[in-house]
């Protein structure tokens, strides 16, 4: 008999779930440094590497709350980037090339998944947060974006709650998205 085949990235991407509820813990940022560094292998033509990431920690997350407030015509700051200790915000720097900007958007959005997946696989609690308050001049302008740069939102880290379930996710059906060509 065959012994089975460990498959540890297989088995990391099938359980990962969004943690809407995190604790007060985050990750350093030597381990946010590590992560990036194996975030960053992601499909990159060309290699540009049309990506950065910003840390929103402490009143830097009351200070996102006070340019979403604007951004969205509230008085009140919004309390949403308080729901963790650690926000990454994920932004796409749109470098003069032959690869279309659509493609570095496309690299960008995958070095934040990858990103949420590695942090998951550490432990970490993760869910990635978007919207239309993420092109916001008030936004921008909070988190000192340059010409050519966008923000794809952000990741919302801390630690996994010792309470929380694992969570059920519904099962997938694979072969309903695959096809061959006609």
Excluded at 14 to 41: F, H, I, N, Q
Excluded at 53 to 58: A, E, F, K, N, P
Excluded at 65 to 86: F, N, V
Excluded at 102 to 116: C, F, I, K, L, P
């Amino acid at each position: 008999m065959t012994e089975p085949i460990e498959r540890p990235v297989l088995a990391a991407v099938a359980g990962r779930r969004s943690w809407s509820k995190v604790t007060d813990v985050a990750p350093s940022d030597a381990e946010l440094l590590e992560v990036l560094g194996a975030a960053g292998r992601v499909a990159d033509h060309s290699a540009l590497r049309p990506w950065r990431v910003i840390t929103l920690r402490g009143d830097d997350r009351v200070k996102l709350g006070r340019a979403l407030a604007k951004a969205e015509g509230d008085s009140k700051p919004s309390t949403k980037p308080l729901r963790a200790p650690l926000l990454l915000a994920v932004v796409v720097s749109v470098k003069k090339s032959k690869v279309p900007a659509w493609e570095q958007e496309a690299v960008a959005a995958g070095v934040a998944h990858m990103v949420s997946l590695l942090l998951d696989d550490a432990g970490w609690g993760v869910f990635w947060r978007t919207g239309g308050a993420t092109r916001a001049k008030a936004v921008r302008k909070a988190h000192g974006l340059k010409k050519g740069e966008e923000l794809l939102g952000w990741l919302y880290v801390g630690g996994k709650p010792g309470s929380a379930r694992t969570g059920r996710r519904k099962t997938f059906n694979a072969k309903a998205h695959l096809s061959s060509m006609p």
